[in-house]
T-cell receptor
Framework: AAGVIQSPRHLIKEKRETATLKCYPIPRHDTVYWYQQGPGQDPQFLISFYEKMQSDKGSIPDRFSAQQFSDYHSELNMSSLELGDSALYFC???????????FGPGTRLTVL | KNEVEQSPQNLTAQEGEFITINCSYSVGISALHWLQQHPGGGIVSLFMLSSGKKKHGRLIATINIQEKHSSLHITASHPRDSAVYICAVDSGGGADGLTFGKGTHLIIQP
């Protein structure tokens, strides 16, 4: 069965650079969630989208933005990267009505 | 904000032992998730519960809504069960993000 796809899987950037992470949800899923997991930390919710509209916002820095496109894939844009942005970024998708979130493999971002 | 507490934080057991991991939360929820995270980071959804009990293979998850408590049990544990087990709650309807516990680091020794 198709799973959530994230790209790239690994990304290395310098401070102050920008990064774009992509998430392709399971087909027919209408909701996408983004989470950030710092080293040794539990995941923190960043933002979610339902039917291409922002649905809920968590602890997402102002330097980050995200959107969901007409094909339901989502992109997380990160600007002015800081060392503290180094983390594993997970995307999850669900059918809004079903609640169960299916997680992607994550993108490991390293900021040098 | 929902506070999610897991216990124990670390657990080392011998192969074949029965394992219990506990999770409690502070505010009413719409659903509770048990997740598994292996070294290298990938997260796998094990269960989503809103009431009662679910079983999948050697894994059993229960939830008591009144007591705001859930347990994850592993029967006949195996070294491949070694992972971090995370409890996460959905505090509302719609596309709310999950609130995660700190996780339980489980090591099953042969």
């Amino acid at each position: 069965a198709a799973g959530v796809i994230q790209s790239p899987r690994h990304l290395i950037k310098e401070k102050r650079e920008t990064a774009t992470l992509k998430c392709y949800p399971i087909p027919r899923h209408d909701t996408v969630y983004w989470y950030q997991q710092g080293p040794g930390q539990d995941p923190q919710f960043l933002i979610s989208f339902y039917e291409k509209m922002q649905s809920d916002k968590g602890s997402i820095p102002d330097r980050f933005s995200a959107q969901q496109f007409s094909d339901y894939h989502s992109e997380l844009n990160m600007s002015s990267l800081e060392l503290g942005d180094s983390a594993l970024y997970f995307c999850a998708s669900s059918l809004l009505s079903a609640d169960t979130q299916y997680f992607g493999p994550g993108t490991r971002l390293t900021v040098l | 904000k929902n506070e999610v507490e897991q216990s124990p934080q670390n657990l080392t057991a011998q192969e074949g032992e029965f394992i219990t991991i506990n999770c409690s939360y502070s505010v009413g929820i719409s659903a509770l998730h048990w997740l598994q995270q292996h070294p290298g980071g990938g997260i796998v959804s094990l269960f989503m519960l809103s009431s009662g009990k679910k079983k999948h293979g050697r894994l059993i998850a229960t939830i008591n809504i009144q007591e705001k408590h859930s347990s994850l049990h592993i029967t006949a544990s195996h070294p491949r069960d070694s992972a971090v087990y995370i409890c996460a709650v959905d505090s509302g309807g719609g596309a709310d993000g999950l609130t995660f516990g700190k996780g339980t680091h489980l090591i099953i020794q042969p």
